[in-house]
């Protein structure tokens, strides 16, 4: 099986980010970036896939030159070729844009592989902005199905058999191959690279496509090619702080007063 | 026994007058949380009064109140001890230090943090990140008040590399028995000025004075950081490849050892499994988490390609690279997670754990006989026993874990059998009895068989010259009433 698999460079989860007030963007300075939590969800998925069923898993991201730290470190535990997709005519793409790109992209690699891709790895996010759309769009543009919140793969009767999480449990979906799917976290950890791959990925090369070498279109790329526009940010509402009902010392029943107080503001404020 | 006085009425509201009526706590108000610490086995005691201190000068004036009249005084921080050190074995007056918890002042021009000595570690750490700093000490209760951490001398992880609490306290204010403010250290980084008493303090748990503000040495934090998670088919060449870093020039800021047993239960504890169990057909039986840290991922590829090379020639498996925020988050999440993990899988009575534990420290070629010697005795005495530690320091965690099919009584009587003999045991290695976790009342009698009467006595006597009425933290580390 031919696999691709998407990644994308994101800030640090871990660490609460604030907005620069002076820029309104997010402040990055010193924090560590990171390739996105589901993104190395959909390659471990892949890898096992691969270690199961044999095939090859190449690499792609859309992103600067830093990103390449994170395809290297995807290369040390199952990716086996990584490729960079750079260009300064990408910038402040939307979704619907990356989705174009990414296709085309998806297109030269098989020119470069020899080999039509079966299946497209996608996280199901991104941690950064969480939009959740790249695999849809990705998937419109390539006219291939698209499955989303996948926690297993299997191969099944020429296809594969997915398991797609619900609200309310799980759904079983056959899908023809070629087709996208979009990660959640399956119930395994990615695993971590060992020091010889790890070393052997630290010396890979990684090549760079550019608009000219995917034939992208200047009208379908960017922000003339995107269909939303982010025209502001805002850091979330901050909490109120709480109510700390403290009943009277000299009550009998300090519980039923605190009962009452507290049905009290809740009356007040028309909770109830 | 000495005859301690009553904790009256007009005690109460002596206290009260000296501190704030909202913030003592006296007979049914005081909740059960201030009559135990971690550890229940050792015995639990409800104080006739709790007080929640908000400066040294309160400290101060409760502690005169009470040394008037003969009251025992038990000094308390966030109650995550582990050996009863802050039960109140005799009631009295709980200090409840951990509304001091104000981070004071940072002095960049001499690496030094001014605390109060109810700020949690975890606290301070974080507020140290945030400005790039680090505060090196890093036990594994992140819970805990720095007062208790200096009480304790606590260890943690980082100690190989970075030393234990003792290195990085400064300076210290202290009430002491009669009430008396004083100070030890300074913020100068040497001296040469006469006995230490600072030294003295630390490790003291509360027995010698109380310790109401820190001055803590900071270091500005390492750039990068990376673990190594490396499993091994045995137990001794794990512990046999620890020295080897040393010698290659490798200066592990952690290195702790864990046995495939306790993995597994911390990973089903955690919920998250990233430790692998076989790699080549290898069943992994023990595994080293090492960190290193340093200026640069260049410096660090470096570091860990020595590392892993020696490891490799070591008998490792394999070596696994945690260089992300999140891969060293997670590997670290099970190793911390160990006491908590060990307390989830004693379901005695009602949900209510059954373990008892010991903290010695053995020569690092020790370790790993003494280990094999500590399961042989737990499987002689039927005991279910786990272990971990520092591999870089000696420091071993033994646990004994009992369940619902056994009494309290025979629980404690096997137990006391199990640490009577890897006790004496880890003496005659050249060991001693606690690396971080200190005495308290529960370890008293290994202390005393560790150290000898005529060391007993010095500390006895030290008791005495700074606690004449012995109403301190009475029964704790070094004499019974």
Same mark, same amino acid.
Request: hydrophobic share 40%; with cysteine; glycine share 8%.
């Given at each position: 099986?031919?696999?691709?698999? /998407? ?49 090859? #898993? ?55 592989? &020899? ?45 594969? %058999? ?46 760079? /496509? ?63 | ?10 005690? !109460? =509201? ?35 009064? !709790? ?17 008037? *009249? ?25 200090? +409840? ?12 021009? *001499? ?8 700020? %949690? ?11 790039? %700093? ?41 009430? $002491? ?21 600072? +030294? $003295? ?22 750039? =990068? ?25 490798? +200066? ?12 597994? !239960? ?27 840290? &340093? ?6 590829? *470096? ?43 004693? +379901? ?6 059954? #373990? ?7 020569? /690092? ?66 060991? %001693? ?13 290994? /202390?005393?068989?560790?150290? &000898? ?29």
């Amino acid at each position: 099986m031919e696999i691709l698999v /998407l990644i994308k460079q994101v800030p640090d989860d871990s660490v609460d980010i604030q907005l620069d007030p002076s820029t309104n963007a997010p402040k990055l300075d010193g924090v560590t970036p990171v390739t996105n939590a589901f993104d190395t969800y959909a390659l471990e998925m892949a890898t096992r896939f691969k270690e199961a069923n044999g095939g090859t #898993i190449t690499l792609a991201t859309i992103g600067d030159d830093g990103a390449v730290s994170s395809i290297k470190e995807c290369l040390a535990v199952g990716g086996d070729k990584g490729f960079l997709i750079k260009d300064d005519s990408f910038a402040d793409s939307d979704p619907a844009a990356k989705g174009y790109i990414l296709s085309k992209a998806a297109a030269k690699l098989e020119e470069l592989n &020899g080999a039509k891709f079966d299946i497209i790895f996608a996280g199901k996010e991104a941690t950064d902005f969480s939009k959740d759309l790249v695999p849809a769009y990705l998937a419109q543009e390539l006219g291939v199905p698209v499955v989303s919140d996948v926690i297993a793969v299997d191969p099944a009767d020429g296809g594969l %058999l997915v398991k797609q999480e619900t609200d309310t449990g799980y759904n079983m979906i056959d899908v023809a191959t070629p087709c996208v799917l979009a990660i959640q976290k399956p119930d395994y950890d990615p695993r971590y690279p060992t020091i010889k791959n790890k070393m052997k990925a630290r010396k890979a090369q990684v090549p760079v /496509l550019t608009a000219a070498d995917l034939g992208t279109e200047a009208d379908k790329v960017g922000a003339a090619g995107s269909l939303t526009k982010t025209i502001g940010m805002h850091a979330p509402a901050k909490k109120q702080a709480g109510v700390k009902i403290v009943p009277p010392a000299d009550v009998e029943n300090p519980i039923a007063a605190a009962t009452a107080q507290a049905v009290s503001i809740m009356a007040e404020a028309k909770v109830l | 026994m000495a005859e301690f006085g009553k904790v009256t009425p007009e005690i !109460v =509201e002596a206290i009260k007058a000296a501190t704030a009526p909202n913030r003592v706590y006296f007979g049914a108000d005081i909740i059960e949380d201030f009559s135990h610490d971690e550890m229940t086995i050792y015995g639990k005691k409800m104080p006739d009064v !709790v007080v929640d201190a908000t400066s040294t000068e309160e400290v101060s004036a409760v502690m005169k109140i009470a040394y008037d *009249n003969d009251i025992p005084v038990t000094p308390r921080g966030a109650g995550t001890g582990l050996v009863g050190a802050c039960v109140p074995i005799y009631g009295g007056i709980v200090i +409840n230090t951990t509304k001091m918890n104000k981070i004071e002042s940072y002095d960049l021009d *001499n690496f030094v943090v001014h605390v109060q000595c109810g700020v %949690l570690l975890n606290d301070l750490a974080e507020d140290c990140t945030r400005q790039g %700093l680090m505060y090196p000490p890093d036990p594994g209760e992140k819970f805990a008040t720095l007062g208790g951490n200096v009480s304790t001398n606590a260890g943690g992880m980082r100690a190989v590399k970075y030393g234990a609490t003792r290195d990085y306290v400064r300076a210290m204010t202290v009430v $002491l028995p009669t009430g008396e403010i004083t100070k030890f250290g300074s913020t100068v980084s040497k001296t040469s000025s006469g006995y230490s008493l600072l +030294n $003295l303090m630390i490790g003291s748990e509360g027995t010698l004075g109380i310790i109401t503000e820190l001055t803590l040495k900071i270091i500005p934090a390492p750039q =990068e950081t990376v673990s190594l998670v490396i499993p091994f088919e045995k137990l001794s060449d794990c512990i046999a490849t620890v020295p080897k870093f040393k010698i290659n020039h490798l +200066n592990p800021q952690a290195l702790e050892f864990m046995e495939r047993a306790i993995v597994d !239960v911390s990973e089903r504890y955690v919920g998250k499994s990233v430790y692998p169990k076989a790699l080549d057909g290898v069943e992994a039986g023990a595994y080293l988490l090492v960190t290193f840290d &340093g200026d640069s991922k260049e410096e660090l590829d *470096n570091i860990i390609e020595t590392a892993s090379e020696l490891a490799l020639e070591n008998e490792a498996i394999d070596v696994l690279v945690a260089d992300t925020p999140a891969k060293i988050k997670d590997a670290w999440a099970a190793r911390s997670s160990f006491l908590e993990a060990i307390k989830s899988e004693s +379901n005695w009575k009602d949900g209510e754990e059954l #373990i008892d534990e010991c903290d010695v420290v053995v020569p /690092l070629n020790e370790i790993a006989p003494y280990v094999e010697y500590v399961y042989q005795v737990g499987d002689k005495l039927g005991l279910r026993v786990e272990s971990f530690g520092h591999a870089g320091d000696g420091n071993l965690h033994i646990y004994t874990i009992g369940d619902d099919k056994i009494s309290l009584a025979d629980f404690k009587a096997s137990a006391e059998q199990f640490f009577d003999d890897i006790y004496a045991e880890a003496g005659r290695r050249g060991g %001693l009895v606690s690396g971080e976790h200190a005495i308290g009342s529960a370890k008293m009698k290994y /202390l005393e068989n560790s150290v &000898g009467a005529t060391q007993m006595k010095i500390m006895q006597e030290i008791k005495k010259v700074f606690d004449p009425k012995m109403i301190l933290n009475p029964g704790k580390v070094c004499y019974k009433l």
